[in-house]
């Protein structure tokens, strides 16, 4: 950057519209989907480790210490396996989401009260319905603490798959780092700052429409 030079050009921003929106896409998918395959995951293993509760300390530490991987090593891991491809960012992210979601869904089964399973026990409920219909419902709002944790956090971690071609935004942070040249690297960092607030308000949404007994409760308080 030349002295005197203003630091954001609108008028670059105003010619990369179209460009900036498609990256904003490829972003939010490389950011989203890992949180979803984590889910996926999270959810039937919290199931697992809260009914048998051995296999919860083992998992968690295996959850743990893949998180403590830096990302960049673990990038360079899969690239031997899955090439320069968006796999290679999401497969890592994915596993990063795992030490947020697993401990969530445990704790949010924990927090279902001992009468209420008994009642859905004594209505006739098997223990797949019950965990289903009741637990898993009950427990809604401590997963999605958990999933906004992580979907916030996998946004902000695909700039760095950039290094290996796939990061999304990350792409004019690299490129204005090159140049020098700051508009492109500003621009990118607030359209991911927005990404992830926006997908949090939206996740605290989501989680006001699977709770309406909450809303409930809120309004007679």
Known sequence: MRDGEPLIRWVW???????????????????LLPVLFGLIISVPLGILCHRWRWIYPPT??????????PSLALFMIFVRYTGLTERTVMIPLTLYTLSVLIPNVVDGLASVPDP?????????????????QVELPIAVPVVVAGVRVAAVSSISLVAVGQLIGQGGLGYYIIRGLQLDFPTPIITATVLIMLLALVTDALLVLAQRLLTPWARGKGAKA
């Open 60 to 69: 968690l530490t295996a959850a743990n210490v893949l998180y403590s991987v």
């Open 13 to 31: 921003i105003g010619d990369h519209v179209g460009e900036l929106a498609h990256y904003t896409g490829v972003h939010l998918r490389l950011g």
């Open 116 to 132: 209420v399973r008994q009642a859905a026990t004594a209505m006739g409920f098997s223990t797949v319905r019950r965990v289903i």
